[in-house]
């Protein structure tokens, strides 16, 4: 992150999301926003149509899923800060500059009390959000980058997200059911999926200790190809 001004940039995910549009584009001021981008999913519905009339820029994503559309979305927003969104009438569009602000003010705070100065170009720390688990996980989780949202988890924020679960007093605390056994295993929602993470763990007030920590991830195929070995150096 560059300069005092900040660039952000708002990702819509549509799909056949026609009604939705109609109510919830007019609600979003574009001064809030140097971007509006639609991800569509291939909508047969006008959605597309609808929201190139409205000034958006529409790109139809290539990958399928809503993880295709995550990862699609990020190669071409612009914005320093990226907000993701969907007009399902889950979201409210002018709360999210406001949650924004909000928490970089925490942000900054924060890395003032850990004693790393001043934060405002610096990527660490990095902004969770916790809700109660709503897939059978232990918690959700919204992993911020610190101005982007994280599609799903980083391998070490999952350690500390989980850590922050099993400590007495965090924000976590009374959000869940922590598990009895040591090393606890945490199931961690996110907006693609979950991940586990077991923790080895010393629960001391203040002066807990985290011994060890392991994740379990999902992995998916990234590149495939062949080799073309010439005959003389293999015949067969």
């Not at 970089?104 to 610096?122: N, T």
């Not at 994280?150 to 922050?164: D, E, G, Y």
Request: aromatic share 8%; with cysteine; charged share 20%.
């Amino acid at each position: 992150m560059t300069g005092t001004a900040v660039s952000r940039s708002l990702v819509l995910f549509t799909l056949n999301e026609i009604e939705g549009m109609r109510v919830v584009l007019p609600q979003i001021r574009r001064d809030w926003f140097d971007e509006l981008i639609v991800v569509d999913g291939g909508s047969t519905d006008g959605t597309i149509e609808f929201a190139e009339e409205q000034g958006c820029h529409v790109f139809v994503q290539h990958q399928p899923g809503l993880a295709g559309a995550f990862s699609e979305a990020l190669q071409v927003a612009n914005g320093e800060i990226v907000a993701f969104f969907t007009p399902d009438g889950n979201s409210v569009p002018e709360r999210v500059p406001e949650l924004f602000a909000k928490m970089e003010s925490i942000r900054l705070q924060a890395g003032k009390l850990m004693g790393m100065g001043d934060v405002s170009k610096s990527v660490m720390p990095k902004f969770g959000l916790f809700a109660p688990a709503k897939n059978g996980g232990t918690i959700c989780v919204r992993y911020f980058m610190p101005w982007q949202t994280h599609p799903t988890l980083a391998a070490t924020s999952s350690q500390c997200l989980a850590a922050c679960v099993l400590a007495p007093g965090t924000v976590a605390d009374g959000l869940c059911d922590k598990p009895n056994e040591n090393p606890a295993k945490i199931t961690i929602e996110h907006p693609l999926g979950a991940m586990e993470v077991t923790i080895e763990f010393e629960s001391n007030g203040i002066n807990s200790v985290v011994h060890s920590a392991e994740i379990l991830r999902t992995t998916r195929k990234l590149t495939a190809g062949e080799i073309y070995v010439p005959s003389d150096i293999w015949p067969s």
